[in-house]
């Protein structure tokens, strides 16, 4: 296919819509295959429209029938201005789904009226910094029916189960499914996959979603972009698109000559992203969607040179080892010592070896056994725990929330024989509510910075020379005081939300 117009003008490739039969769509890997044969891949982002006999849930949704708690929802405070912003994901407490419907549905958080989709895009673009949305993302389980075996999203039977079958690994969200529930405005900012791999994003129900797609070709252009428009951003992590905080509006795309596609994915639509395509997007209001990532051989040399985030300690970071040593065993002896040169993908002009295995750290979540007396079932899953001895794990391995080793890159270099070791508790700050009402009087009066801050500022008034006594312009207090958050503290006291 050639990317060249008549005019001697690159083309810029187009996101492609297939619509299988269910003989076609019966074979994952296969119907893949054939969707980058047509070039699909080329643009980063591809939808399908299922066939009709293919039903991943028999027994439909109603939200009242899925019995289903979200632990996290996000809070999505967006800054900037003029099509560059920052985004931040603020923590709220947990709700039940039908909660989180009825948010999604009131007046504050609702759809506003539009005359078609792109009105509705011009109108998420113009408000995108006000009532900051919710978005229930990440939330770990299936909407799809265990028997589901024909494009099951939970078990899609890729090379990337390998990271399970070899090292008996599970990674949240990346070879097992995530959910994700949106509402009117919630966002996704710009990234590639963990590791720049594949992914599937199933819309179960709901208002649809907009995406915006950039051809991986043009990739590294929207890095330097970005870079230049966020230094500070760029200066501490070189990877802080990882950090899926930035939106870039279209209008400042077309400015910087970034070519790219958007797309509206309606309910029963599924999106693919291909590797190193960089994508985001917005919510037209309450939905549903189902997600996971998947690879293939074409991958594996995008993740042996895909950019690592080393700022933060969630990031993904999945051993290559299994995929070199299967899939590229002629190349494996010299990628181990640093000297598999050869070119990214997207880069072809641009030859330099792909990063050795490193010697990691290794934190994870503990699991409770019954050995484990000393650890309270509450707590159990949050702590950070360090190297002992005794079980091995493969190298360079990392994983997401929830998984059973996790690794964190280093500089030095390892064999692949090198082994990781059981885990110990270390000392953790928890933040904690206190529910006894003697306990909140008594904290409270403890952490009341602002008295303090009133009695400091009166001995220094009293102490400054002058012949005549002042007014206190002051009399709200120092500072207001809202309870509801505390820094460089050891407790937090929450007010329920009104």
Known sequence: MSNISEDGRQKIPRIITFRPSYEEFKDFSGFVDYMESRGAHLAGLAKIIPPPEWVPRKSGYEIDQINMTIPAPICQIVSGKQGEYQQINVTRRSMTLRQFKELAESERHQTPKHFDYDDLERKYWKNVTYISPLYAADVKGSLSDPDLEVWNIDRLDTILDYVNK?????????????????????????????????????????????????????????????????????????????????????????????????????????????????????????????????????????????????CRKDMVKISMETFVKRFQPERYENWLRGVDYGSHPEEPNKICPAPPPTLNKYTSPKRKSSNDSETPPESAGNNKLTPSNNVSCPTNCLQKRGCSVAMRDEQSEVPPSITCTTFKKIPRVVLHKIDRPNAVAAAAKHMDFNSTAVVKLKRVWQDLPSPTTGNNLLTNGIIKNTKRMRFQTKTILLDEDE
């Open 166 to 310: 070899d090292y008996g690994i599970e990674i949240d969200g990346v070879n097992t499914a995530y959910l994700y529930f949106g509402m009117w405005k919630s966002s996704f900012a710009w990234h590639t996959e963990d590791m720049d791999l594949y992914s599937i994003n199933y819309l179960h129900f709901g208002e649809p979603k907009t995406w915006y797609a950039i051809p991986p070709a043009y990739g590294r252009r929207l890095e330097k972009l970005v870079d230049r428009i966020f230094p500070e951003s760029y200066h501490n992590c070189g990877a802080h698109l990882r950090h899926k905080m930035t939106l870039v509006s279209p209008q400042v795309l077309k400015q910087n000559k970034i070519p790219f596609n958007r797309i509206t994915q309606e309910c029963n639509e599924i999106m693919i992203t291909f590797p190193y395509g960089y994508h985001a997007g917005f919510n037209h209001g309450f939905n549903g969607a189902e997600s996971t990532n998947f690879a293939s051989k074409r991958w594996i040399e995008y993740g042996k040179r895909a950019s690592i985030c080393r």
